[in-house]
């Protein structure tokens, strides 16, 4: 809905896009969870890179590049 790019894994979600929109996305998520929950429990990992872009994406064949093959994503 948001238009922000995501990646849900086994851990958690990552997100990846501009400051104001991804932390529009977790108020947005905590905002929800809110009316349904006691309590909520987040934890938030900011790696910022100027001019980067497609990182999610870029990451993960950068490692199957490296390996010669494709994994399980």
């Known amino acids: 809905k948001s238009g922000v790019d995501y990646r849900l894994n ?3 979600t990552v997100l990846e896009g501009d400051w104001d929109d991804v932390f ?3 108020k947005q998520c905590y905002e929800r969870m809110r009316k349904d ?6 934890s938030i990992k900011v790696d910022y890179r100027k001019g980067a872009q497609g990182r999610l994406s870029g990451k993960v064949m950068s490692v199957e590049k490296r390996l010669g093959r494709k994994l399980k994503t």
């Open 24 to 26: 529009g996305v977790v």
């Open 10 to 12: 086994p851990m958690g």
């Open 37 to 42: 929950c006691n309590r909520i429990s987040c």
